[in-house]
């Protein structure tokens, strides 16, 4: 069973940076494309970000130019840098396996202050 646990969510200024990562368990994470989403209160879950097994990578045009997804195969991990924060980034940010509606990471927090 996959298991996917994001951490390094927090508080942060706008104009900051964040980085969150997501350490996955069982061998699916070398085989699947990643990604990172975001949810706000009352709204649908955004696409921010995915990665492929190859690390070819895109963003979603929101984040493009400020956050960069990244993964290392013999970690098990997958990341997200997040540079020059805005308000409206604040969301809780779940990990993914791209295409995959039943595996989730719990999420985690990352509140944009102005």
């Known amino acids: 069973q996959v298991q996917l646990v994001e951490s390094g969510g927090g508080l942060v200024q706008a104009g900051g940076s964040l980085r969150l990562s997501c350490a996955a368990s069982g061998s699916i994470f070398r085989i699947n494309a990643m990604a990172w989403y975001r949810q706000t209160p009352g709204k649908w879950r955004e696409l921010v970000a995915t990665?492929?097994?190859?690390?070819?990578?895109n963003c979603g045009d929101s984040v493009k130019g400020r956050f960069t997804i990244s993964r290392d195969n013999a970690k098990n991990t997958v990341y997200l840098q997040m540079n020059s924060l805005k308000p409206e980034d604040t969301a809780v940010y779940y990990c993914?396996?791209?295409?995959?509606?039943?595996?989730w990471g719990k999420g985690t927090q990352v509140t944009v202050s102005s």
């Open positions: 993914n396996v791209f295409g995959r509606s039943d595996i």
């Open positions: 990665v492929s097994s190859s690390g070819m990578t």
